[in-house]
């Protein structure tokens, strides 16, 4: 199994990776081809595949925004889990931002995804008590009423 960079070459395989795992949040516009297209091109360094046989069996999306780094759709095809492959992607995710200058890492996890979360409480990351996630879609056009 061997560890590399993502390239837009991967799309394919990588999306069908990510329907194959349950849990996984997808959505029509950034997890598009042209939206993955657009988030490796900002992070060229810091998104990894798992690669066995010549077929992707693992995927870590990461980036930053200068100072905080993110990470997104991690997963492992179901039949190559508990071999420590999310845990390298996390490692060369981690090493490659933290080559970037970046010192605090941050990602969501869906509440009813235990296995995630345990996978990420295993390696290190807390869950917070103290925030309220929100988000906003602006695809339309914006108007904030007061």
């Known amino acids: 199994m061997n560890i ?3 390239t837009t070459a991967d799309y394919d395989a990588v999306y069908a990776l990510w329907l194959s795992c349950n849990g996984m949040g997808l959505n029509n516009l950034d997890d598009s081809r ?6 490796l091109n900002r992070n060229p360094e810091t998104c990894f595949v798992a ?12 980036g930053n ?4 780094g993110y ?4 997963a492992v095809k179901p039949e190559y889990r508990r071999q420590g492959i999310a845990k390298r992607l996390a490692e060369a995710a981690l090493n490659a931002l933290k080559n970037l200058g970046i010192n605090k890492v941050a990602l969501l996890v869906f509440e009813r995804n235990e296995t995630a979360n345990t996978f990420w409480e295993k390696i290190g990351f ?6 309220v996630y929100r988000n906003k879609a602006i695809s339309d056009i ?5």
């Open 51 to 62: 690669v066995k046989d010549n077929k992707i069996i693992g995927v870590i999306i990461a």
């Open 65 to 68: 925004d200068g100072r905080r």
């Open 4 to 6: 590399r960079t993502m």
């Open 34 to 39: 042209e939206g993955i297209e657009k988030f």
């Open 142 to 146: 914006i108007r904030i009423d007061t």
């Open 126 to 131: 807390s869950a917070r008590e103290d925030v």
């Open 71 to 74: 990470i997104y759709h991690t």
